[in-house]
């Protein structure tokens, strides 16, 4: 059995080999993607284009909008003198936000200064629009002007009123970000990509194995052969599992030297999940391959199972924020458990003891799947 | 026939005006392998040409040239009257090409493959109706005109497909391996069919692996490594090998075929069911030779005589001088 | 051009789709089926991030602090931690986002205006939750210290007060604007069933047997994107309706408009289908480079999720070049701002414009020729 199982394998390697470039379109194509996506996205939000109303004209107000305008977060778009002229920017799309800053800030600013006494009284108040059109760079808006017009102000307290800058500070919480200490927003992005790219490796070259000969009537041929149902399934799994983690290492790679994303963990752990990932994504792969008819079915369902499978990668949205449904239906994507262990080896050097859970996951996942897809597959090609 | 605009006189135009299909030099590459080598294929209207050759000779190139289906590296190419390297489609109208390969809407009915290159082909509407049932009764598909193309068996394929190329009532046809694959009654129905369009005044170009085919042909031409080494009538052709046939009927004919190899003057010995076909240089001369070894080495045998070669002895023959030639 | 080579090749590729059952449903509601699934997914009032408390001062005032903490929806305390290691376990494994240690004689300090002994650990991997709970935190603790600071000393943690207000969408909900925008990542598989319907008769030989006709390219490249292109209407049309029925996202602007320049949309990305149909000879192929060049960067290059101001120049070039981000662009424009032509011709235009150049270019190596 091993020995026939080894030559049905050597045909699909075979094979593979001619078709050299697809298997060559993939890991070359999808790695260069990856560069490219991965620089595309792996910059903190910054550059977005901000507009200002200074009813005020003072030389506060100037220095407000100065401390806007030294973050890296906005690019000062330009100034407008009416109201209308920033909704007409913002249906346009041309600003992600607005700052409006009233008349007599400036000496509401001088009266802070002076009303040391009874600060409250006088609290100067300016406002700031957003393109609610754009959710996610409004948000890294909001962010990052409040807490820059929080500083700019407690500056102003602390210059103006000549009070101990100590005595400020020791009211904030001290703040630690562990495991991306510099809040690097490759370490974000990139594992989510990865994750996405070697899903639909893996699922391509599965999903290929049955349609495809069926579809061209070449299934009939090795029907006939004396293979039993199980050799096929592990040889045209070979390939695929071979092909996909191959890609994993690349990718990892690519991620590793380009975006500075850390392998905190055990690479020999990373290595036997890694491989586990893979035969599930696998399985499901084939269960995709023998449900359809044609390629152009199997291929419509393979994009289907992708996007949505992106949208428990964390990169849209936190899992654990989702409806309480998806929240269980997330459990049962393996791309889910997939990413939690990536993110946990590479980031925060975690082992099996604290990651099990998600292996076990997995673990069940692979063998409701592996069984599923080998009596489901077993059963179709007899 | 309406590609020609001539008016011109004497022996050598007509000829000219009856060539319908002339290839000069024709050269094709295939990265760094030459498949077509200078090939000079003349077809005169009305002819049912046979291209027959082994396999990868250039029979399937040669046909996708002539269709207009791949660029012509060197060389020059007419057909019905049209420069192929300058006008391939101004050629199209006037061909019907048949693929070697099923080439139709496997998940389309019979009708509907009909009907869609007869609008491909600008078939009128009025005129579709009448033709199509007529093809459907010629190629015997009017009881499967509403069975998906999938469901049809190879022989009804075939036909489909003849019947698709021959919707627009093309004055050419190309055919590429039209009976590979096919039983023996559907072979023998296919080629009926042809035989009509050919006696309706059709010229057809055909390509064929069976030498029995080429037998029902006008003209054969021979084709090996890309190029054309002998075009004549089948008679011709079959007579011009200069070797003869002896046909040698025996229960050992294991036994006998190693004897007969050895014999001074065979060239070849082949299995032909339960008898050996030797191609010697004379056979009347080697008959006695043969008689006298068969009886020393003990070999009963029923019958040994001269017989004419045929198609496929003179194919073996001619491609084995060629391999010989290029050889030295 | 002949219309009726067109309608030949249209009726033809109809029937394919039609006739299977299973294809023809895929076909016709993966995209809107696709979009709900997301727009599901992307319910996200960020609540209940788990957080874990150490509390080492054990005062009342730090008791009244955490309650202070796990009042309302958006933090969840899941845990008490009596180490740091502790601590550090929860965030490994997961379990929490945030980690609040209060260290020792906080409620002292606090009530003797001598500080905030207070330290704050945030979950750096992930993108979103990580974030928002540690702002849930600031604003929490802030607001513990304002009241238990005497009046007057409190406001100096901000002298001046941001005041903000969202246009289109108060409350900056994620799924108001990604909807829409995702509505150009569904309508890529049309595009897909496009390259693929190019590819198969490549490799089911199909396409020899049409090329020796005299159909011109064009003829034959616009009518296998017809009846795809019909079919994305469907969903055109049934997307807004899903989106406002179920999701309760708002659609402001002219539905009319929206129609006419999804037509416009899809003929932009179905001609990169064909472009892409027409240089691969086998459908693996064709799905792999489709994923490559229309859906990967579809949800990371055309400001979708990541806004196109933040990406690099070069690439903000190449995003252009996507008919993805045009069709993001306006789908938002119309759903939310509710703008029409004035604005949005300029993004118009570029997908008429890129729908004619693929076009154009696929027309221009779609030779009527194997091999």
Redesign the interface.
């Known amino acids: 059995m091993i020995r026939r199982i080894g030559s049905l394998t050597i045909k699909e390697f075979l094979h593979l080999l001619h078709n050299w470039w697809l298997p060559a379109l993939i890991l070359v194509g999808g790695a260069l993607e990856l560069l490219l996506i991965g620089w595309a996205t792996s910059r903190p939000i910054t550059n977005l284009p901000l507009m200002v109303l200074d009813h005020d004209q003072s030389a506060a107000s100037r220095a407000l909008i100065g401390s806007l305008e030294n973050m890296e977060t906005f690019v000062l778009e330009g100034y407008v003198d009416r109201m209308d002229r920033l909704q007409q920017a913002f249906d346009r799309g041309e600003i992600t936000a607005a700052l409006v800053i009233p008349p007599g800030h400036g000496s509401q600013v001088a009266r802070l200064r002076a009303g040391v006494a009874n600060p409250g009284r006088v609290r100067p108040t300016v406002a700031l629009w957003l393109d609610g059109a754009e959710s996610m760079a409004a948000s890294a808006a909001l962010r990052d002007s409040e807490s820059a017009v929080q500083q700019f102000g407690q500056q102003l307290v602390i210059h103006h009123m000549s009070l101990d800058e100590r005595a400020l500070m020791r009211f904030e919480p001290s703040l630690r970000v562990w495991f991306n200490e510099e809040l690097s927003e490759a370490l974000y992005t990139t594992p989510a990509e990865l994750g996405l790219m070697l899903e639909f490796t893996v699922l391509i070259f599965a999903a290929l194995a049955f349609a495809r000969e069926r579809e061209l009537g070449t299934l009939e041929q090795l029907l006939v052969m004396p293979f039993s149902s199980l050799e096929i399934i592990v040889g045209k799994a070979l390939p695929a599992a071979v092909v996909g983690f191959a890609d994993f290492w690349l990718l990892l790679g690519i991620i590793h030297l380009a975006f500075g994303v850390p392998v905190r963990g055990s690479i020999p752990l990373l290595f036997v999940l890694a491989l586990g990932y893979v035969l599930v994504e696998l399985g499901k792969g084939l269960v995709i391959s023998i449900v359809s008819r044609t390629q152009h079915q199997a291929f419509l369902l393979v994009m289907m199972v992708v996007m949505v499978d992106f949208m428990f990668t964390g990169f849209a949205a936190p899992v654990e924020s989702m409806p309480r449904v998806l929240q269980w239906v997330a459990q049962f994507v393996p791309a889910h458990h997939w990413l939690a262990i990536l993110r946990g080896v590479l980031l925060k050097g975690a082992g099996l003891d604290v990651l099990w859970p998600h292996v076990v996951a997995l673990a069940a996942l692979g063998l409701v799947i592996g069984s599923f897809s080998l009596y489901y597959v077993r059963k179709a090609l007899e | 026939m309406n590609e020609e605009n001539g008016n011109g006189g004497g022996p050598a135009a007509a000829e000219r005006r009856d060539t319908v299909i002339e290839t000069r030099g024709l050269a094709r590459d295939f990265k760094d392998l030459r498949a077509i080598d200078g090939l000079d294929l003349t077809v005169r209207r009305g002819e049912l040409f046979g291209l027959i050759g082994p396999d990868g000779a250039g029979k399937t190139t040669t046909l996708r040239l002539l269709a207009g289906l791949l660029k012509i590296t060197d060389g020059s190419a007419t057909v019905a009257g049209r420069d192929l390297t300058r006008e391939p489609e101004a050629v199209k109208p006037h061909i019907g090409y048949m693929a070697q390969r099923f080439s139709l809407y496997a998940e389309l009915t019979v009708m509907e493959n009909l009907r869609f290159f007869s609008e491909l082909y600008d078939v009128l509407p009025r005129e579709r109706g009448e033709r199509t049932d007529r093809l459907l009764s010629f190629a015997g598909l009017t009881p499967f005109k509403s069975r998906r193309a999938e469901h049809l068996s190879g022989g009804m394929k075939k036909k489909l497909a003849l019947a698709c190329t021959l919707i627009h009532q093309p004055p050419i046809l190309l055919l590429d391996e039209p009976t590979t694959g096919v039983d023996p009654v559907s072979r023998r129905e296919f080629w009926d069919i042809l035989t009509e369009l050919y006696t309706g005044g059709t010229t057809i170009l055909v390509t064929t692996p069976y030498m029995d085919e080429a037998d029902r042909c006008t003209q054969v031409g021979l084709i090996y490594q890309g190029q054309l080494i002998r075009c004549a009538a089948p008679e011709a052709i079959r007579a011009g090998i200069g070797e003869e046939l002896i046909e040698l009927q025996t229960d050992q004919w294991r036994k006998a075929q190693v004897v007969a190899e050895d014999l001074p003057g065979v060239s070849q010995v082949m299995t032909y069911g339960d008898s050996l076909h030797l191609l010697v240089d004379a056979a009347e001369e080697r008959l006695p030779d043969i008689e006298t070894r068969l009886e020393e080495e003990g070999i009963p045998y029923r019958s040994l005589r001269a017989t004419r070669p045929r198609m496929e002895e003179a194919f073996i023959s001619l491609v084995r001088d060629r391999e010989r030639e290029r050889l030295r | 051009m ?1 219309l ?2 067109l ?2 090749v249209v ?2 590729e109809i ?2 789709v039609l ?2 059952r ?2 023809f449903i ?2 016709l509601v ?1 995209p809107i ?2 979009l709900f ?2 727009a ?11 957080i874990a408390v150490m509390d080492h001062d054990q005062s009342a005032v730090s008791r009244n602090f955490i309650q202070q903490l796990s009042a309302g929806e958006e933090l969840d305390v899941v845990a008490r931690a009596n180490s740091l290691e502790e601590v ?2 929860l ?4 379990t929490i986002k945030v980690g609040v240690i209060i260290q020792p004689a906080f409620g002292e300090y606090l009530v003797g205006q ?3 002994r ?14 928002f709970g ?2 849930q ?2 604003q929490r ?1 802030e607001a513990f ?1 304002v009241r238990s ?1 005497p ?2 000393s409190a ?16 409350g ?3 799924r ?3 909807v829409p925008g995702l509505i150009s ?2 309508l890529g ?1 049309p595009a ?2 496009v390259a ?2 190019l590819s ?1 008769e490549r ?13 011109s390219r064009a003829d034959l490249l616009v009518g296998k994107m017809i009846p795809y292109i019909a079919i994305g209407m469907i969903n055109v049309v049934a997307i807004p309706i899903m989106a406002m029925a179920a999701f309760g996202i708002p659609f402001r602007g002219s539905f009319g408009l929206f129609f006419l320049v999804s037509i416009v949309f899809l003929f932009a990305m179905l001609s990169m289908g064909t472009l892409i149909g027409v240089f691969m000879r ?4 064709a ?3 489709s ?2 060049v229309i ?3 579809g ?3 055309t ?1 979708i ?3 196109i ?4 120049d070069e ?1 903000q070039m190449e ?1 252009m070049l996507l008919p993805g981000t045009h069709y993001a ?1 306006i789908t ?2 119309i759903f ?2 509710a ?1 029409g032509l004035e ?1 949005l011709w300029p993004n118009v235009l570029a997908l008429a414009g890129l729908g004619v150049v693929f076009t154009a270019v696929a027309a221009f190596f779609f ?5």
Not at chain 3, 91 to 94: E, F, K, N, P, Y
Not at chain 3, 118 to 131: A, M, Y
């Open positions: 002949s009726r080579h309608k030949a009726l033809k029937r394919h006739r299977d299973w294809t895929l076909v993966t089926s696709l699934i997301m599901y997914a992307l319910t996200v009032d960020i609540e209940d991030v788990p550090e376990r965030l490994v494994d997961g001598r500080g905030l207070l330290q704050v650990i945030i979950d750096g991997t992930e993108p979103e939750s990580g974030t540690m702002e935190v600031a603790t210290v600071l009046t007057g406001e100096w943690l901000r002298p001046i007060e941001l005041k903000t207000r969202a246009l289109y969408n108060p900056l909900e994620p108001v604007d990604l990542m569904v598989l897909l069933s693929l319907a198969r490799e089911h030989g199909t396409l020899e047997q049409v090329l020796v006709t005299p159909i086998t459908q693996p192929a799905l792999a480079l994923f490559l859906f990967f960067p949800f990371f290059m400001g999720f990541y806004p101001a933040a990406m690099p690439l995003a662009i938002r424009s939310l701002r703008v604005i030779k009527k020729r194997l091999g």
